[in-house]
């Protein structure tokens, strides 16, 4: 019994719950094994008591880290039909080694087309690859064959495949120069699944690459290696699980909220982090694309900070020319136009910023290139705008002269002084209970 991953699929309450029930049981204590606090046996008259309390601070929204379905329930029979309840799941690739899990991309294939874009993501994970303007497409289009290969191998050969068994097979790969071509230590495997299963896609492209000279198959082998390396560091590696993984049909559906947690110092994150993001995107316009209406039940808005800073999200410029017709819409954080263009390239920044109906300019940069834009955009002299006075904002919107405005004080907000203030006190009287 995981008691740890069944708290995470249902809350702690709902858990504690259904533990407190069987406790009198020494086998249930024993599987138990004290992987959590065990709970009292009136933990099921608390969380009356606690919907209670949560709902006299006369809040309207609430937000949940996990699951919790027994408090939510309670709440909904106690709320009114206004109040809204949001599930929030904490994606935290900052920290993946202190227990936190994220979502494993093997599970989110099905389809070819799946597999293909996996596979094409994956081998274009070479930082080398992305700064470069005159990389061979060839290594790229042979390392993309290689993955795909493994990936299918991995899916049609394990009961339960992962992305780590992947990696560990790509690991296992040595090449050797036999006289007449190569030879490979994974040979006898994919001859096994080729008696079995010949006309299998893994067996195909593994075959390809076999017929590759050796110096060309062993500088595939070493550009893949550092994409695998950079996609995907030991502390992911560790970290992904199956279980983590969020259906986006019903993300779409209700009240979910996820938060993808990176670090600005850890930039072994990032490649992952927009991994994750194509991810979401391809499975939410997917599942659009089957509704009658081509849009999703709800609206699903995008959020990133530091936009420009990092790894680009595979083919983003393509989906947000798109992507708003099925519900979708993003805002987007970025320290300079400069920095945009070094990620996503020109034509894509371009792109980017031609689809954004809303740009918000803030004062306080010295970016020539980000000045120019705002200047040519407003019909401000180049020294005004890179000069403004801090404070103000400039903002564009469709079919709108530009506005120059202060910008809104938020710390002065009277709902924002009191929502602090009931925290505080809340705070004061946790410490006191304690």
Not at 221 to 231: G, W
Request: glycine content about 6%; some cysteine.
């Amino acid at each position: 019994m995981d008691v740890r991953k069944t708290a995470r699929e249902i809350g702690l309450f709902e858990t504690g719950i259904n533990l407190a029930r069987v406790l009198g049981s020494p086998d249930v204590l024993a599987k138990v094994d004290l992987s959590m606090p065990l709970p009292d046996e009136d933990i099921a008259d608390s969380v009356p008591q606690i919907a209670a309390w949560l709902r006299g601070f006369g809040k309207r929204k609430y937000l949940f880290l996990t699951p919790e379905i027994a408090l939510i329930e309670e709440m909904a029979r106690l709320g009114q039909p206004q109040e809204e309840v949001t599930l929030v799941l904490p994606w935290d690739l900052a920290n993946p080694g202190k227990g936190s899990r994220v979502p494993d991309p093997i599970a989110y294939l099905s389809s070819d087309n799946d597999v293909q874009e996996l596979a094409r993501q994956i081998a274009r994970g070479n930082p080398e690859y992305q700064r470069a303007t005159r990389f061979d497409p060839y290594w790229k289009d042979a390392s993309e064959a290689l993955m795909t290969g493994l990936i299918y191998y991995v899916l049609v050969t394990q009961p339960k495949p992962s992305m780590k068994q992947v990696i560990d097979t790509f690991y296992q790969l040595r090449i050797m120069e036999n006289g007449k071509g190569i030879c490979t230590s994974l040979d006898s495997q994919f001859a096994w699944l080729e008696r079995r299963a010949p006309d299998s896609v893994a067996v195909r492209k593994f075959c390809s690459f076999s017929q590759l000279p050796y110096v060309t198959a062993s500088c595939v082998r070493d550009d893949l290696e550092k994409s695998i390396q950079t996609m995907f560091p030991v502390s992911i590696q560790a970290a992904m699980s199956g279980a983590a993984s969020v259906s986006f049909e019903d993300f779409a559906t209700s009240r979910t909220a996820i938060f993808i947690l990176t670090s600005p110092f850890r930039t072994a994150q990032y490649a992952f982090a927009n991994l994750l993001f194509s991810i979401a995107i391809r499975q939410l316009v997917e599942f659009a694309e089957t509704r009658e209406n081509q849009r999703l039940p709800r609206n699903v808005k995008l959020f990133f900070d530091d936009f420009g800073c990092g790894f680009p999200i595979q083919n983003y410029e393509k989906a947000i020319s798109t992507f708003r017709s099925a519900g979708i819409s993003s805002m987007m954080l970025c320290q300079s136009l400069s920095q945009l263009d070094a990620t996503y390239g020109q034509d894509g920044s371009t792109v980017i910023l031609d689809n954004c109906s809303t740009l918000v300019y803030l004062p306080g940069g010295l970016n020539q290139k980000t000045g120019a834009y705002i200047s040519g955009m407003s019909g401000l002299p180049l020294d005004e705008v890179l000069f403004m006075e801090m404070g103000n904002v400039v903002v564009f919107q469709s079919g709108k002269p530009p506005l120059i405005a202060p910008r809104y004080d938020t710390l002065a907000d009277p709902v924002y002084q009191q929502f602090m203030a009931a925290g505080t006190a809340v705070g004061a009287e946790n410490r006191g209970a304690v």
